[in-house]
């Protein structure tokens, strides 16, 4: 993330010079909190990380290959239905593809096993229609396991959530750590003028980048909202995810023009040039459909 390059930016000028001040006890105490919470932050923020992604992803290819599997099914069912003039069996399988994968979750599933349902009254005739037993099992086991990983991408939201907490936590100590070793580069001033000018640079650098903006939004494909999307702001460390209601908030985006890429585990998208204007919020709602 950012925070962690800037940390570490001031740190790398600290060490270049530290014999400069390794003597004195309470700035050597105060670098190393600081190298302390660039190590911290790097170990949860790689938490984070591979926690989103790792459900996301899985999440996402089985419900492509659920979907693959249960158009084949569907596509069986309703040319049986056309057959035998069956009419509330075509009704009920006439689902296009395109709705099917905008659903919600918990929307997609009821709707894949109420097909698998069907499939299983007319096993018998559904061979005619180059649908076997042994592909409506196959479906049957890939939502079965589908039901199972629905809950874990909560408790990802939640794994995710307190991390950022806690990345949030370090940053302040991170802050705090720098104002302490400020207060100490003032007395070397005028003994080292080299040293405290790359560490002022340093520090212009750190304070530039630091923004306090929250980029905050919805993301939706049509009228349903998304779930366990991941969203990473692009050419930063900077990401976030969508909680349940498919909200999401990312912290500490840099004013100025950025993009972010979005990826529900099905579709990926790029939004180009929003805009963050300096001491402001941006929220912005965010359609994968559109």
């Not at 932050?41 to 790689?46: D, E, G, N, W």
């Amino acid at each position: 993330m950012n925070s962690n390059k800037m940390f570490s930016a001031s740190l790398g000028v600290l060490m270049t010079n530290q014999a400069v001040w390794n003597t004195i006890l309470k700035m050597l105490s105060a670098v190393t909190s600081l190298k302390g919470v660039i190590a911290s932050i790097m170990t949860v923020a790689q938490v984070q990380e591979q926690t989103s992604k790792g459900i996301t992803i899985d999440k996402g290819n089985l419900r492509a290959t659920i979907l693959e599997k249960i158009m084949a099914v569907i596509g069986g069912l309703k040319a049986l239905a056309k057959d035998t003039n069956n009419q509330q069996l075509f009704q009920d399988v006439n689902v296009a593809e395109g709705k099917l994968r905008n659903m919600s979750e918990g929307r997609f599933i009821s709707k894949v096993q109420f097909i698998i349902d069907l499939a299983n009254d007319n096993i018998a005739d559904l061979p005619d229609y180059n649908v076997t037993a042994t592909q409506v099992t196959s479906v049957t086991t890939d939502a079965a396991a589908y039901v199972a990983i629905m809950p874990k991408t909560r408790e990802t939201i939640t794994l995710v959530k307190n991390a950022t907490e806690q990345l949030n936590e370090l940053v302040k100590k991170g802050v705090d750590v720098l104002a302490i070793i400020d207060s100490f580069m003032l007395t070397l001033k005028q003994t080292s003028p080299n040293f405290y000018a790359q560490y002022k640079d340093a520090r212009k650098m750190i304070n530039s980048g630091t923004r306090h903006n929250k980029f905050t939004g919805k993301v939706v494909k049509g009228n349903v909202v998304i779930s366990g999307a991941t969203l990473k702001i692009v050419g930063e460390d900077k990401s976030g995810m969508t909680a349940w209601n498919g909200e999401f908030e990312i912290e500490g985006v840099h004013t100025g023009k950025f993009d972010v890429i979005v990826n529900d585990g099905v579709t990926e998208k790029t939004i180009h040039d929003l805009t963050m204007r300096r001491g402001t919020d941006l929220n912005y709602v965010i359609d994968l459909a559109a």
